[in-house]
């Protein structure tokens, strides 16, 4: 079966770093879409960032544009987040997702994606 499995997450000061890696399994994904969201205590998943399948393009939220890079390995079926200057508001689960089938989309909505991770959490203190 297919599986997601997100690893790196942890408690960090605001203004550290974290980086995120996302291991895929079950197929390969390197045609795909992939991204990250994200969910704060009490709020909904909101997307942070995603990536074309060949590394090329990518799209950012608007609260973590110039403070995270996400970036891909297809030879190694894994996505990576690298979140630089983080904020205590950065705190929540990230998960790590991809899309079914090939394509271009790098929108923020989750439903277009159809594989999950269980997640890895990242906290910010102050």
């Known amino acids: 079966q297919v599986q997601l499995a997100e690893s790196g997450g942890g408690l960090v000061q605001a203004g550290g770093s974290l980086r995120l890696s996302c291991a895929a399994s079950?197929?390969?994904?390197?045609?795909?879409?992939m991204g990250w969201f994200r969910r704060a205590p009490g709020k909904l998943r909101e997307f942070v960032a995603a990536?074309?399948?060949?590394?090329?393009?990518?799209n950012y939220a608007d609260s973590v544009k110039g403070r995270f890079t996400i970036s891909r390995d297809n030879a190694k079926n894994t996505v990576s987040l690298q979140m630089n200057s983080l904020k205590p508001e950065d705190t929540a689960v990230y998960y790590c997702?991809?899309?079914?089938?090939?394509?271009?989309?790098?929108?923020?909505?989750?439903?277009?994606?159809?594989?999950w991770g269980q997640g890895t959490q990242v906290t910010v203190s102050s």
């Open positions: 990536i074309g399948w060949n590394g090329r393009t990518t």
């Open positions: 079950g197929r390969t994904f390197n045609s795909n879409t």
């Open positions: 997702a991809a899309r079914s089938s090939p394509g271009t989309y790098l929108g923020s909505q989750v439903d277009p994606y159809d594989y």
